[in-house]
């Protein structure tokens, strides 16, 4: 399965809204995608699972949608240390990554 | 606390091995699925291996097949992955991380939710 981001790179102003887009070529079978956040020299972190669900302690700013092999991740109203690079990744059965997408400051 | 540690990387040449090591505590290590991913510098994630609670199962990435092996110490609390035959496209940093459990032959999955700092493999002549 490949899971193919769009765009690779998102340039935005704190407090607009970034809309993140994963497209998978095969169904996602039990919407078993997620989303992360990598930022340079840490760990990726957990922010939606299961499509939609989101991870203990994450923003409601974060919102997840989609099935089937249509895929988004929202982040309403920017904040400063949400720009990163964001992943999302089918997680049974195979478990492969997008190839990210970058949110820069603008 | 709930942790994943890793260790084990270093600098290496071309052809030789390595073995990453990831200590857990804080939660019930044998019922988790874990896994290896890795981030070549300048690059993105990319997922190299997993193995189920209780290690039956193993799972690789073609671009390690056959050259890399995971196995998990329950005893220990422990995973591994053995890196044989390395190549210079190796060089990464590899994190492990905890991806599902399953308890009285149900599994649930949500994603890896736990993740270790990282160990950085360097493959150079």
């Known amino acids: 399965i490949v899971l193919t981001q769009s765009p690779g790179t998102l340039s935005l102003s704190p407090g607009e809204r970034a809309t993140l887009s994963c497209r998978a070529s095969?169904?996602?079978?039990?919407?078993?995608l997620a989303w992360y956040q990598k930022k340079p020299g840490q760990a990726p972190r957990l922010l939606i699972y299961?499509?939609?669900t989101r991870a203990t302690g994450v923003p409601d700013r974060f919102s997840g949608s989609g099935s089937g092999t249509d895929f988004t991740l929202t982040i309403n109203r920017l904040e400063p240390e949400d720009f990163a690079v964001y992943y999302c990744q089918r997680y049974h059965s195979s478990w492969t990554f997008g190839q990210g997408t970058k949110v820069e400051i603008k | 606390q709930v942790q994943l540690v890793e260790s084990g990387g270093g600098v290496v040449q071309p052809g030789r091995s390595l073995r990453l090591s990831c200590a857990a505590s804080?939660?019930?290590?044998?019922?988790?699925?874990l896994h290896w991913v890795r981030q070549a510098p300048g690059k993105g994630l990319e997922w190299v291996a997993g193995i189920s609670s209780g290690g039956r199962d193993k799972y690789y990435a073609d671009s390690v097949k056959g050259r890399f092996t995971i196995s998990r110490d329950d005893s220990k609390d422990t995973l591994y992955l053995q890196m044989n035959s390395l190549r210079l496209e190796d060089t990464a940093v590899y994190y492990c991380?905890?991806?599902?459990?399953?308890?009285?032959?149900?599994?649930?999955?949500?994603?890896?939710?736990?993740w270790g700092q990282g160990t950085t493999v360097t493959v150079s002549s």
């Open positions: 991380g905890r991806l599902g459990y399953c308890v009285r032959g149900s599994c649930y999955y949500y994603g890896m939710d736990v």
């Open positions: 299961g499509a939609s």
């Open positions: 095969q169904i996602v079978n039990n919407n078993y």
């Open positions: 804080g939660f019930s290590f044998s019922t988790y699925a």
